[in-house]
């Protein structure tokens, strides 16, 4: 009877470990390391044996490459609200979980885009390109190419800046080529001058009178101003009001000279220097060749601007 008792002790003993260690598996325990793909982290992601748990998110993943640490509370605390109350964590206090670089981005198929039509049709540079697209952008998944994307198709409107582009890749699955097909509106941006405040004709142009603004070329035309350097110290053809756009056809070099305005009249070559006064028959910038009458022989001559109301004369002619 003894031995029939303790025998049947020892079964019972081992059948109820045998149950326990079964239960004991089925309890989601918490990894000390993950590696996530997508942009949101699961209770799948965090731990083994998550079940029917799986597939719920429960955190923002770091951004592709990088590493990051998440609090071994902060993770019960977000997944009680599910129903998930009995897991092992292992006496962890933190978790590492590390976004994985193996996606193309949104960001990286705009470039891929931006890049093939600059190439094609000579649009700008990607950093002068803005791009929208006419349907979402989703990432890509690099575990599920065998390839890199490659330009199947590739259309584009220069005048409204329409495009559409299809791009093929490879699976691993060995499937027939895949294409994605992507249209939009690509155009080539600017950084275009803005008056600050109105100005009058002939009015001189400082650096503090004007902003810089991002335009489309085809708003600003090939008379686009992009160097701030090409409008200091020029003078306006032309009234223009505050928010006014400045072009090439807006500026000139300042009038140095004007017709009937009485000059200096200098006169040097071959070492000698002479000055003597004229009148203006012209009006011209710095550099301009105008036509002056000499004050005491009455000739005309043409002499080069050189400063506000002074001009040179390098030829014989004097």
């Known amino acids: 009877m003894f031995s029939n008792f303790t025998l049947k002790i020892a079964t019972f003993i081992s059948l109820f470990f045998m149950a326990f260690s079964a239960f004991a598996a089925d309890v989601p325990i918490l990894k000390s ?4 793909s997508k942009n949101i982290v699961t209770i799948g992601d965090l731990f083994h044996n998550a079940g029917t748990f ?14 990051g640490t998440v609090k071994a509370q902060d993770i019960l605390a977000e997944i009680q609200p599910h129903g998930l109350y009995k897991v092992d964590n292992q006496g962890l206090s933190e978790i590492i979980v590390l976004r994985a670089d193996n996606v193309i981005t949104k960001k990286d198929i705009e470039n891929k885009i931006t890049d093939s ?36 198709d590739i ?18 699955e060995n499937d027939p080529s895949r294409q994605l097909t992507y249209s939009g509106t690509l155009l080539e941006m600017v950084d275009a001058p803005i008056l600050l405040s ?17 335009k ?22 032309r009234s223009l009001r505050v928010g006014s756009l400045i072009t090439q056809r807006d500026i000139k070099h300042p009038t140095l000279v004007s017709r009937n305005d009485i000059v200096s009249v200098i006169y040097s070559q071959k070492g000698l220097t002479l000055t003597t006064r004229g009148r203006a028959l012209e009006s011209g910038a710095k550099g301009d060749m105008v036509t002056i009458i000499n004050g005491e022989s009455r ?3 043409k002499a080069m601007v050189r400063d506000r109301g002074q001009v040179i004369v390098t030829s014989a002619a004097f």
């Open 33 to 36: 390391r993950t590696v996530v």
């Open 198 to 214: 109105s100005k009058r004709r002939g009015d001189i142009i400082q650096p503090s009178d004007i902003s810089f603004e991002r």
């Open 54 to 67: 799986a597939h719920i998110p429960v955190f923002e993943a770091p951004d592709p490459g990088v590493v």
């Open 216 to 237: 489309s070329v085809s708003k600003v035309g090939s008379n686009a101003i992009i160097n701030i350097a090409d409008l200091k110290g020029m003078e306006l053809r």
């Open 117 to 152: 039509l600059s190439e094609k049709f000579g649009i700008g540079t990607i950093g002068d390109l803005e791009i929208s697209f006419n349907q979402p952008v989703q990432d890509l998944p690099t575990d599920q190419l065998d390839t890199e994307l490659q330009v199947e």
């Open 155 to 172: 259309r584009y409107q220069r005048a409204s800046g329409a495009f559409s582009i299809t791009l093929k890749y490879q699976s691993k």
């Open 299 to 301: 000739r005309t001559l």
